[in-house]
DNA sequence: CGCCCATGCCTTGGGACCCGATGCATCGTC
DNA sequence: GACGATGCATCGGGTCCCAAGGCATGGGCG
């Protein structure tokens, strides 16, 4: 199991790209990310919904009802704009990263 | 500038790989990971300290104080066996969750 | 000699945010 | 008709970070 605190960090940059493939809900993002990882990352609903909401609330993503008869409610999001450009960034800083800790990984000074 | 979320997460393998090169001390870390990221994590004291003694309390680093004549004094950490365990553990979480992101940003699905 | 900045460690208050539990509702299966 | 899966949501407790401040020494500068 991914350690807490990766775990957290990484789930803007899933949720953002997982959306990036199209539009999705909550509760599949769960079982796509819980694939994804072979179950390293088993996201609870009381983390993802209250990201979701903000995520919405700084206009990264968009939602949408389904309700489809009165059977089971979905809510369904999707990227804007400002959410792609924010994945770019967030994939940016990621990569920025990763290759400040290879570095040290692999040290090669003298 | 690294997103908080980000750089919260890769305190712990940056400190556990940075003191893996040899023993170091607070002041130090936090000019040596600023340096190594090009100015983009900027490490607060009132954060890195703590982390510090959660290690320590952890059995991850160990601390010895050098008083060095009465002058400033540093407090030196070095890994553990245990310390160098847990960043390895730390790297293989990292590049697992590289790899899963890596899938996702550059789609490949039919 | 007096001042300030850099070095060096530490603690605290406030706030952000996550987890587990819980609630509510529908549908399929046994 | 009971249970689990699907599906959304909220809440209380706990964890942990940040900004700020405190304390101490040493060096540069006028």
Redesign the interface.
Known sequence: M??Q??A???T???VL??L??GESYGYRLIQRVRA??DG??DWSEGMLYPVLHRLTREGLVEARWDDEGGGRRRRYYRLTAEGRAALDA??A??E???H??A???S?RHA
Chains 1, 2 share one sequence.
Request: net charge negative; proline share 6%; aromatic share 10%.
């Open positions: 991914i350690s605190r990766l957290t960090a990484s803007i940059p899933f790209a997982l990036a493939e994804l990882s390293e990352l967030e994939r800083e990621w920025r990263v990763q400040a800790l570095a040290l990984w040290p």
